[in-house]
């Protein structure tokens, strides 16, 4: 009885210090990967005046990028299951630095859609690279902590990266460069730095980890061998991992995240420009007021997460989200220039929490062997709504000279997608009714041989 204790123990502290070194490092590399996300929406004017790429052809490039994420990510898992996710993570983070420095240099459409394409291509499997290194490195008890936490710094991300954004545009001449040249040029250098030294300080395995006292890495290693033997009991004499995704419960975690995804990435791209209707703003208080929805996103998220916690049900808590989104938005869409940003400030509080309250539903109980491509699945084509989005935001503001239209159509996609999880199965704590993600279980993966 007291090995066991000692075990228990043991997994609690080793999980205790993952939190404390590991997770302040996925942080980082997510600030950087939001600012390589966000920052084309800070230089659109600047780009179609320097450029000459409009507001259509601003989307197309905008959202190119998620339908490069969308093609490269199941490629980009498989390549990390084989090279694991720290070599991979590093191969991501300094392509996609690359990349975005290259952007500071783009002379033409032509160039501008190649570049967020290869952007898009680069980047692809960040997210469930870190899924997947959570889920070998966390046990299941502490590993949707885990991914709330993650999630949640997104919105920090996205808060900081406003102002950054303004300063660096504020630099426009300096060393005979434009603004948007100095925000592509640093933000872009800045991943490929800390991409390089993650490699250093990201260990692959908990073996390698010399942070953990040996004792500690048996048990965490344990606990997590013991998770996946019952997972793979539980997956038994199936066959194929891939008619996974022909799973209606896989299909519709994906229109579901969609809608939100429709919501973030319409926000994320186009959210400088409703801001600049507001009389009086520049590039540096635009920079700043653009945190402003984020900053309030991240307290929704931290009162959402508590709510979670306690909450037998995870789906009437996203429904809410959903609804706040829905909300918002449609209240942004018939306000003043000021007001509109009060109502999108509580828009993002909606969809910005419906994200980590989405993502318990799915990633809990995954095989091991479908875990990686499952979320994957679920995160790329749920990503095509950031395709979606700015692209079509682009052309109703080209065609109407007005983005209120496709906020309109942003409430009615947030609506419908609170309709939609209802129809999701989900783990029920008196024992009733069996989880989706079991049920996902049913759907033949491979043995590994």
Known sequence: MMS???????????????????????????????????????????????????????????GLFFIAYAIFELPSNVMMEKYGAKVWLTRIMISWGTVSFLMAFVQNEAMFYVLRFLLGAAEAGFFPAVIFYFARWVPAGQRGKATAIFIAGSSIAAAIS???????????????????????????????????AVFFVLDATIRDAKWLSPAEKDALSAAIADEDARHAKAGAGTANRWKMLLNPQILLLCGIYFSVQLSIYANTFWLPSIIKQIPGTTDLTVGFLSSIPWVCAVFAMYFAAKLQDKAKSKRPLLVVALLVAAVGTFAAAVASPVMALVFLAIAAMGFKSASPLFWTIPQSGLHPLVLAPAIAIINSLGNLGGFVAPFGFGIIKEQTGSVIPGLFALAAASTIAAGLVYFLKERRTDGGEVAQEERVLEAPVPSRA
């Open 162 to 196: 406003g102002p950054i954004a303004g300063m660096l545009l504020s630099l426009h001449g300096a060393l005979g460069l434009r603004g948007w040249q100095w925000l592509f040029g640093f933000e872009g250098a800045l991943s490929v730095v800390v991409g390089c």
């Open 4 to 62: 066991v204790d000692n075990a228990v123990s043991d997994v609690a502290s080793a999980t205790k210090k993952f939190f404390k070194r590991v997770l302040p490092i996925m942080l980082v590399m997510l600030v950087c990967n939001q600012l390589n996300r966000s920052n084309i929406g800070y230089a659109q004017d600047h780009l179609q005046a320097d450029v000459g790429i409009g507001a259509a052809a601003y989307g197309f490039g905008a």
